[in-house]
């Protein structure tokens, strides 16, 4: 009897031991992420203040750079007249669907090629090759066959973001440990069956990783569609501003930009957080 408590006390001192390092643990990341944020906000708030300086000082041209309180002020008055929404609406809606069917068809032919090695070999020139295009120069094609507005733009989103998905995604399937397809097929297991218990498997990190590449990569489609076709959009903002040389037009826009993609950016690490949790 003696010899049993003594092994229960024992392992309770190591359970208690080892979950107040754990707790430490803990402590010391949250203390790391705070600073982290602190650090990344005292930068901006800097920058911010630095430019509201040299633009009411008269260090940098006005009339180009603007300053921050003129740029936000301007945002702010668009956004109570209502003539924002609308331009902001557009070019968010365009980014979600080519977003969304760029992570989706780019996935799905990436399992196609991985299905088939002959189609790789076939395509894997064509793919570095169309990687290496400037999308730029295909968005007059898109016009002349689609026209001029919200198919055109998604269709350059799509030729941006289903190249890398699809290279990203297809590479990854294709570093699978190859021990552990081994292990299926010696078990009798099917191309299928591979595929759903192994290759998908490992490659999920890298599925949900490339959202977070395809977000940038959907922004700058679609704002390079708009620079081409569109007439409403924040795009469109941008390049009207440059026509009438309204610079502080031009940085709202910008700003605009930037914060709705943040946001975009940050809710899909908030998805990838909870499907990595859940698997």
Known sequence: M?????????DTQSTSWIDGQYNDYLKQKRKTQALVVTA???ILVALLVLWELAGRLKW????LFSYPSKVFSYIWSEMVSGQLWPHLAMTVGETVVGFLLGTLFGTLLAVIIWWSPFLSKVLDPYMVVFNSMPKVALGPIFIVMFGGGFTAIVMTTLSIT???TTLVVYNSFRDVDPNYVKVIRSFGGSKRVIFQKVILPASFPTIVSTLKVNVGMSW???IVGEFLVAKIGLGYLIIYGFQVFNFTLVLASLVIIAFAATLMYQLVVYVERRLVRGR
């Open 2 to 10: 003696a010899v049993l408590e003594y092994a229960e006390q024992k």
């Open 40 to 42: 990344q906000f005292s």
């Open 60 to 63: 940098i041209d006005v009339l």
């Open 162 to 164: 289903i190249i890398v």
């Open 220 to 222: 700058v489609g679609v």
